[in-house]
């Protein structure tokens, strides 16, 4: 069965700095694979999406993410943080719709 | 505008007591989901249904119980079997297929004391 890995729990950057969360999956087959922003109580939003073609995703509020299939990776960046971004984020992997598998997710913290 | 509603945001039971979560969603999806999310755990499937009159046990079915008798329905009851039911629960449903996303609705706080 599929399932993800994030590095990392806490993530912490300043204003106007690299956002960079790391992703990591397992799948014997070719998956799809979603990262998703959660603000406080409050439900789970798609940032982006990969399912086939280009490997270099791009998302909502800046985000984007790049399929790396010799890695099983598939990190989240943003070049320059905003105190919006502070959220937390869950990176997802499904082979099938009824399937989909998420990370523990990764607290964003950004710093003034 | 669609959406998925839940209701209600904030519920409080007494241990012993089954509670009923409402989900609702004019999307027109097929699909609907229940997932329990607690801190560091990320989410966890615990049912899901692809059609009307249909669903299926997710990874930690135990204790809960839902239908579907409705395509925008899909209420879930937390059983007083639930060990430990105090946790946010969140419903989301999809279109049928592969790769596809899925839309959450606001998730319900459940706590049980």
């Known amino acids: 069965a599929q399932s993800v890995t994030q590095l990392g729990s806490h993530v912490s950057v300043s204003e106007g700095a690299l956002v960079l969360l790391r992703c990591n999956y397992s799948s014997s087959v070719p998956p799809y694979l979603f990262w998703y922003v959660q603000y406080p109580n409050q439900g789970l939003q798609l940032l982006l999406k990969y399912t086939t073609g280009a490997t270099l995703v791009k998302g909502i509020n800046g985000f984007e993410a790049e399929f790396k299939k010799s890695e099983t990776s598939f990190h989240l960046t943003k070049p320059s943080a905003h105190m919006s971004d502070a959220a937390e984020y869950f990176c997802?992997?499904?082979?099938?719709?009824?399937?989909?598998?998420f990370g523990a997710g990764t607290r964003l913290t950004v710093k003034p | 505008d669609g959406g998925i509603t839940q209701s209600p945001k904030y519920l409080f039971r007494k241990e012993g007591q089954n509670v009923t979560l409402s989900c609702e969603q004019n999307?027109?999806?097929?699909?609907m989901y229940w997932y329990r999310q607690d801190p560091g755990q990320g989410l966890r499937l615990i049912y899901y249904s692809q059609i009307v009159n249909d669903f299926q046990k997710g990874d930690i079915a135990e204790g809960y119980s839902v239908s579907r008798e409705k395509k925008e329905s899909f209420p879930l009851t937390v059983t007083s079997a639930q060990k430990n039911p105090t946790a946010f629960y969140l419903c989301?449903?999809?279109?049928?297929?592969?790769?596809?996303?899925?839309?959450f609705g606001p998730g319900t706080r459940l706590t049980v004391t």
């Open positions: 997802a992997v499904s082979v099938n719709n009824n399937d989909m598998r």
């Open positions: 989301a449903s999809s279109i049928s297929g592969q790769g596809v996303e899925l839309r």
């Open positions: 999307l027109n999806h097929d699909a």
